[in-house]
């Protein structure tokens, strides 16, 4: 029985767990954590709280309808300025097309006069050039050339 005894005794001294605390101490981050996430919670149940209060209260169902009510006034006026910037817009677009379409008119004249020298320059160039006669020459002379370095070549190969 004292051999009994005195191994219980050893066991529960020499070994590395504390009989009295069944869990490890934690270290102080995991207090620091848990101590925050404690007050974050107690603070949303209390904001919750706050806002069911409110919420119940003859003021916050009071704000609630004027809102509805100031909610149902607005829509309409909202439409009604759409529809009045639509309309702004699209009689803008109308009137913008005709500026553009009478500067257009207006500046015809002019770019005519900048443009027909060049027309006339390009109806000279092309009447005065006969493409079929270039073509021709071109083809005899490139002919003549050919005849002309095939006779070099012979020439160079005797």
Do not use: W
Request: net charge negative.
């Amino acid at each position: 029985m004292k051999v009994l005894l005195v191994i219980a005794l050893v066991v529960c001294t020499g070994c590395q767990e504390n009989l009295f605390y069944a869990d490890e101490p934690k270290p102080q981050l995991e207090k620091l954590a848990e101590a925050f996430k404690s007050y974050v919670d107690q603070a949303t149940r209390t904001a919750e709280e706050t806002v069911k209060k409110i919420r119940t209260s003859q003021l916050g169902q009071d704000v609630h309808q004027y809102t509805i009510n100031l909610k149902e006034q607005m829509d309409p006026l909202a439409k009604d300025l759409m529809t009045k910037i639509t309309k702004g817009a699209d009689v803008l677009r109308e009137r913008i097309e005709e500026e553009v379409s009478t500067v257009r008119c207006a500046l015809k004249p002019y770019i005519e006069y900048v443009t027909s020298p060049f027309q006339r320059g390009a109806d000279y160039i092309r009447e005065s050039l006969d493409f079929e006669d270039l073509k021709a020459t071109l083809l005899q002379k490139s002919e003549e050339l050919r005849e002309s370095l095939e006779q070099s070549v012979k020439e160079l190969q005797a």
